[in-house]
């Protein structure tokens, strides 16, 4: 004899979060940037970071960082990714390699630039090798954003999708 309806409703909600985290789908948190230039939701658990410029947004979740910069003026795809392509450089992976096809794509209707990368980084005398994630995103005429995150290639392989996630994400208000 099946178990009456009202039996399993407390099975519910545990359940549909097991099979939510089995599945990979991870609960999003929104973020709106203060000055209403853009929005984008987070995995569950990362949170902005104190920031030193308005324009510069770190969110983590003590492990893995990502960065948002908005830039003003700058609506070009090409241009945002160009723009954190730089930072990657200057961060130290001089000679990023790409890994796959760096794609245009459409993001909320607006059009974007993503691609992965990886390459060595001086760690005092050692060279360690990392992954990046950059994206670019033109918002409207007066300005986009680029996104810039860098991890462990082990790290990077599990949370890629979650990080594209964020990144697909992201919008005006």
Do not use: C
Not at 4 to 25: D, I, M, N, Q
Not at 62 to 90: C, E
Not at 127 to 145: H, I, M, R
Request: charged content about 20%; glycine content about 12%.
């Amino acid at each position: 004899m099946a178990p009456h309806r009202s039996v399993l409703r407390p099975f519910a909600v545990p359940l549909l979060a097991v099979a939510l985290l089995a599945t990979g789908v991870v609960r999003a948190a929104p973020f709106e940037d203060p000055l209403g230039r853009f929005a984008l939701e987070l995995p569950s658990g990362w949170e902005l970071k104190p920031q030193a410029h308005e324009d510069v947004f770190v969110f983590s979740d003590g492990k893995q960082n990502v960065i948002v910069q908005y830039l003003a003026d700058v609506a070009d795809p090409a241009a945002l990714f160009r723009s954190g392509m730089d930072n990657l450089i200057g961060g130290g992976m001089a000679t990023p390699k790409p890994d796959g096809e760096t794609r245009d794509l459409d993001v909320n209707g607006r059009p974007a630039r993503l691609g992965a990368f990886s390459g060595d980084v001086a760690a005092g005398s050692m060279k360690v090798t990392l992954a990046a994630l950059v994206g670019g995103v033109a918002l409207d005429d007066d300005g986009g954003v680029f996104l810039l995150w860098i991890a462990d290639p082990k790290s990077f392989g599990k949370l890629r999708k979650t990080v594209e996630g964020a990144f697909g994400s992201i919008r005006k208000p």
